[in-house]
């Protein structure tokens, strides 16, 4: 009995490394330990105790501690990962957004929920909450002055090209008319403090405005996610005709390059240095009092090396006022941007950070920004 359950195991292990199953079969991640051995797909383990939540569907394994029965271990063998991918996912819109493991829960718990309980990926029909162009229901949103979430209506409409919310239930007047043509919706858990905390961006009079909402139902959060992906896919398909798919699926959404905390003085380099939340969002830094502000109090174009930008580590020697010691210094053409980060870390994560921006040329419509920004009233 023990040779036959060792042959199992052996088996089950040699299965894991056939091509297609060697990475998580939900997000990617390379050598999954884990098995769904009624799905027939090898799974890391971080989303196995996702499958965990769809027991009536799939039920989990160890590779490597488990006792396995020949029937599992063939079902294994005639299935695999390709094989249900084929299955699970054979008509998945070009605008629907594929989690990796470095995504946080809800995304990955949802695309995991869409594929194998709701099967939305083989059936078109599943698919009408974000394929439809038009959306409306209510999200928790978070009030600018007194941060307390209240429901608001929210309308997405691909024809007028907007996303709208509205202050009252019964309003005509939306309170935000968000275009399509700028917004960016951005899971936030960590920083909203809710693991459905979406983050929703979009430039007013050229300026990022920030709004945060939620749903305690994470397919509709999820589901809004990918409506307004949907919206901006075909807005895109619009203005840039013949772009290719690889061109245009990355400008849907957008996670920021970086945020964190920061010292920063003014143009003159004689205020003290004050404490702010930093956002590198493609090529504006904007910076805010606190992480979860509607306004930035300010933003940097960060353009390219090409146009005389540069990054370096330190502060120049004249420069007092910053309690944090490690400095960085942006040079653009027009003048020198001072910050302070609390720790080496830190600097060198954001002069990473502001190098990759830098290493890129810029292009056409970062002109514009650039213009704008230069000629800021």
Request: aromatic share 12%; proline share 5%.
């Amino acid at each position: 009995m023990a040779s036959n359950q060792e042959k199992n195991r052996q088996r089950i292990r040699q299965l894991v490394r056939k091509p297609g199953n060697e990475k998580c079969a939900d997000c990617g991640a390379a050598e999954p330990e884990w098995a769904s051995y009624t799905l027939g797909v090898f799974v890391c383990q971080s989303c196995s105790g996702l499958h965990r939540n769809i027991s009536q569907i799939s039920k989990v394994k160890s590779v490597l501690l488990d006792p396995w029965r020949n029937t599992e271990v063939e079902f294994m063998d005639s299935t695999g990962n390709n094989a249900a991918r084929d299955k699970y996912e054979k008509i998945i819109p070009a605008f629907y957004y594929r989690p990796t493991h470095a995504d946080c829960a809800i995304l990955r718990e949802q695309w995991i929920r869409a594929k194998y309980e709701r099967k939305e990926f083989m059936c078109v029909e599943n698919q009408e909450p974000y394929t439809a162009g038009y959306r409306e229901g209510f999200l928790w949103k978070r009030g600018r002055d007194n941060e307390q979430y209240l429901s608001r209506k929210f309308i997405l409409s691909e024809r007028e090209g907007a996303l709208k919310y509205f202050n009252k239930h019964d309003g005509r007047e939306p309170k935000a008319i968000m275009k399509i043509s700028t917004v960016n919706a951005t899971f936030q858990p960590t920083k909203i403090g809710t693991s459905h905390g979406l983050q929703i961006t979009y430039l007013k009079d050229n300026s990022t405005r920030n709004i945060f909402v939620y749903h305690s139902d994470g397919k509709e959060m999820v589901d809004w996610f990918n409506a307004i992906r949907a919206a901006r896919f075909h807005y895109l398909q619009v203005a840039f005709p013949g772009a290719p798919l690889t061109e245009l699926v990355p400008k849907l959404t957008r996670n920021y390059i970086k945020e964190g905390y920061m010292e920063k003085t003014g143009p003159k380099h004689t205020e003290g240095f004050k404490k702010r939340w930093f956002t590198m969002d493609e090529r504006r830094l904007m910076y805010f009092k606190e992480p979860l502000d509607a306004y930035a109090r300010g933003e940097v174009f960060i353009g390219s090396k090409e146009n005389s930008y540069t990054v370096l580590p330190g502060l120049p020697a004249s420069v007092q006022g910053n309690h944090w010691p490690f400095g960085i210094t942006i040079v653009t053409p027009d003048r020198k941007f001072l910050f302070a980060c609390e720790t080496q870390e830190d600097q060198e994560n954001w002069i990473a950070a502001f190098q990759t921006v830098i290493n890129q040329p810029m292009l056409p419509q970062d002109y514009a920004v650039e213009a704008y920004f230069k000629h800021k009233p």
